[in-house]
């Protein structure tokens, strides 16, 4: 089933000199439950902006975006809030923690309107994701006093806790070094298996990026497919992972 679809997707943004800046150029991309896709781009090709189309935070200038086939285009804001907050959870490059709360206050968060079971028990369910991530002996910690690797795997915790159908990660492994950031991709694989998410990262690390089904690359706002299987051979992060489709 296709979670999320863009059709000719393009981004643009009016500068002061009345002149354009494109930054996407006719994407089209399907992600479906199950799907493990990459994205590698220089800094400033237009990544993160795709991710945000990706998951309905940011609206293209033209083309169209429909979520489990329901065009975004046509929802009220608030009925795209509640589809964006039930099935997506994002990992943001910027960790975009609340300051002066702590590492399990910040991961309890998306819980906070959760239904049911999950709502009572959302302390222990954010606990046992903070375990995962390695970071159970630092739940009570302030966010702002962790280190740059400890509030990443915080943001990931925090992008899992609710088992979202599709999973956006920006830099993943970008304030992580190499073992750690091998077992957290190794969690965010774990984790979209278990519940057959789509997992898209984006990221300018090959390596990580070789891990993923599908690989694409993304130049001068242009999508394309991308032949990752040298990173792969070479990545010390390849262990246990599924081959990759060239």
């Known amino acids: 089933m296709t979670l999320v679809a863009l059709e000719e997707v393009t981004k643009s943004v009016l500068l002061a000199d009345d ?3 494109e930054i996407l150029r006719g994407i089209t991309l399907e992600v479906s439950a199950g799907d493990h896709v990459s994205i590698v781009g220089r800094s400033g090709s237009g990544k993160s902006t795709l991710l945000n189309i990706l998951g309905m935070l940011d609206a293209p200038t033209t083309g169209s975006v429909a979520f489990e086939g329901r065009p975004v285009r046509r929802m009220r804001s ?14 943001f490059q910027q960790f975009n923690l609340l300051p002066g709360r702590t590492a ?3 991961v309890m968060m998306p819980l906070g309107h959760a239904r049911g079971r999950l709502f009572w028990q959302r302390r222990a369910v954010a606990a046992d994701m903070l375990e995962r991530v390695g970071l159970g002996h630092r739940i009570d ?5 962790l280190s740059g690797g ?3 795997r915080v943001a990931i915790a925090r992008a899992l806790v609710r088992r979202p159908v599709l999973i956006l990660a920006d830099e993943p492994t970008g304030a992580l070094d190499i073992d750690t950031g091998a077992s957290v991709m ?3 694989d774990e984790v979209a298996t278990e519940t ?3 997992l898209v990262t984006i990221t300018h690390d090959l390596h990580v990026a070789a891990r993923a089904r599908r690989h694409y690359r993304l130049d001068a706002g242009q999508l394309s497919p991308a032949d990752l299987s ?8 390849s262990e246990s992972v599924p081959e990759t489709v060239a």
């Open 186 to 188: 190794a969690l965010l």
């Open 19 to 21: 002149s354009r800046l």
């Open 104 to 106: 399990l206050e910040n």
């Open 230 to 237: 040298r990173a792969f051979e070479a990545s010390t992060l």
């Open 141 to 145: 910690q302030v966010a702002d006093r």
């Open 78 to 91: 608030g009925k795209l809030d509640r589809l964006r907050g039930d099935n997506v959870g994002f990992v």
């Open 196 to 198: 057959d998410s789509a």
């Open 150 to 152: 400890e509030q990443q």
